[in-house]
């Protein structure tokens, strides 16, 4: 299964190129999923093959040192 994550930044960043950090946190510990970088649609994706299971993604944005968190997804993978 392939997992697919995405986060919308609004305005879009037309040069400047920021990363998104994909977490997991359904599970005793926090699991990093990776990364994506911002693109010129304001839009970052992450895919990434995972196992079965259910899983509470979010995704984190640092800007000047200033931290931006997503909502929580919980989705289950088959």
Not at 20 to 29: L, Q
Not at 57 to 67: C, D, M, S, V, W
Request: hydrophobic share 45%; aromatic share 10%.
């Amino acid at each position: 299964m392939i997992y697919t994550a995405q986060l919308n930044i609004l305005p879009p960043t037309p040069v400047t190129q920021f990363k998104v950090d994909f977490f997991n946190i359904s599970g005793p510990k926090v699991e990093y999923l990776g990364s994506a970088l911002i693109d010129q649609a304001g839009k970052a994706i992450l895919s990434k093959q995972i196992l079965p299971g259910t899983y509470t993604a979010i995704a984190r944005l640092l800007i000047n040192a200033r931290e931006i968190w997503s909502n929580a997804v919980t989705y289950t993978v088959l």
